[in-house]
């Protein structure tokens, strides 16, 4: 992977050296990964307890990414936020979809018809400058009497240092666990996933940025982008993070969900109709997120993108 060169606009901000050394260690029911004694990301495998009281215990899950940060240590994500428990740092369900006639909600997870489990750890490693882990969930059918495991799903994730910055490369394949396919009809949301730092609900503090040139939530809606930033301040620094989508990925360039209320942004292709899973094939989607203090000037987003396309 080439560096990824930053502008004026993030030229002051903190940014980790070649020197500091990337870790992956399992710590419990997760994955953290640091460098040197930064951290930088936290995977939530086996779900952990509940952080609130009044989060019903429907809502237990693990098989996401529970925090990322900055260089400068500020955090960019939410977990379980008030206003949507079911929402988290990343994470990668379907929400509308058809399995053999029945139609579990796997992103939804307060309707109790489908959900997504952990399964296990394959790898947990670091190698040459990078780290990173793979880790397999399941997509549980719970309409079925007894429930019935409807998808399998792998995820390997990449943490490297680039420009100063911690660099997430997110691959998901996913395949059929049935000889029956997974039917996804057209809707709005629903794959994957990011829930931006609860400072960002202030829509006077939640900013965005789009390889459309689209700098207004509600614009952002829909448009189908090669890469997107959401950020804003968190404890008066501006951060963010920039979400390329892969030339490769299905319905590339994809359309997006953001939503105008709260800082979340979904890449969703089966907004452009209906989509399925087939028996025999493997859906593979790959993401990269580019982490940040400071905002990013849009050719360096298109420069991180190009560089992207030909990984």
Same mark, same amino acid.
């Given at each position: ?96 979809t058809e399995f053999e006639g029945r139609h579990p909600d796997f992103w939804n997870m307060g309707?109790?018809?489908?959900k997504v489990e952990f399964v296990a750890l394959d790898d947990v490693w670091q190698k040459d ?84 040139? &689209?700098? @207004? ?7 189908? +982008? $090669? #890469?997107?930033?959401?950020?804003? !301040? ?56 580019? &982490?940040? @203090? ?7 987003? +298109? $420069? #991180?993108?190009?560089?992207?396309? !030909?990984?």
């Amino acid at each position: 992977m080439k560096s990824l060169t930053l502008l004026t606009s993030l030229a002051c901000a903190s940014t980790l050296t070649a020197a500091d050394t990337l870790t992956a260690k399992r710590e419990g029911s997760q994955v953290v990964i640091r460098t040197g004694e930064k951290e930088i990301l936290r995977y939530q495998a086996e779900p952990g307890p509940l952080p609130r009281p009044e989060i019903p215990k429907k809502f237990e899950r693990g098989g996401y990414i529970q925090s990322i940060h900055t260089p400068s240590g500020q955090l960019v994500t939410d977990d379980f936020p008030a206003d949507h428990f079911h929402h988290h740092g990343v994470w990668n369900p379907w929400t509308k979809t058809e399995f053999e006639g029945r139609h579990p909600d796997f992103w939804n997870m307060g309707a109790e018809t489908g959900k997504v489990e952990f399964v296990a750890l394959d790898d947990v490693w670091q190698k040459d400058g990078k780290a990173g882990f793979t880790a397999r969930h399941q997509f549980v059918d719970m309409t079925a009497k007894p429930s019935k495991v409807a998808l399998a799903d792998t995820w390997r994730i990449t943490v490297s240092l680039s420009g100063g910055n911690p660099v997430i490369d997110f691959t998901s394949t996913q395949t059929c666990a049935t000889g029956s396919p997974l039917k996804l009809p057209e809707y709005h949301y629903g794959g994957f996933g990011f829930r931006g730092n609860k400072a960002w609900i202030d829509k006077k503090n939640c900013e965005v940025l789009s390889s459309t040139g &689209i700098s @207004d939530r509600q614009k952002l809606n829909s448009s189908r +982008e $090669k #890469w997107c930033w959401i950020g804003g !301040k968190v404890d008066d620094k501006t951060c963010g993070v920039t979400i390329l989508c892969h030339p490769e990925n299905f319905r590339f360039p994809q359309p997006v969900r953001m939503n105008p209320d709260q800082p979340f942004f979904c890449y969703a292709p089966q907004q452009m109709g209906g989509m399925e899973i087939k028996p025999g094939e493997k859906h593979i989607s790959r993401y990269r997120l580019v &982490i940040a @203090d400071g905002r990013p000037d849009a050719k360096d987003a +298109e $420069k #991180w993108w190009k560089e992207y396309a !030909k990984d």
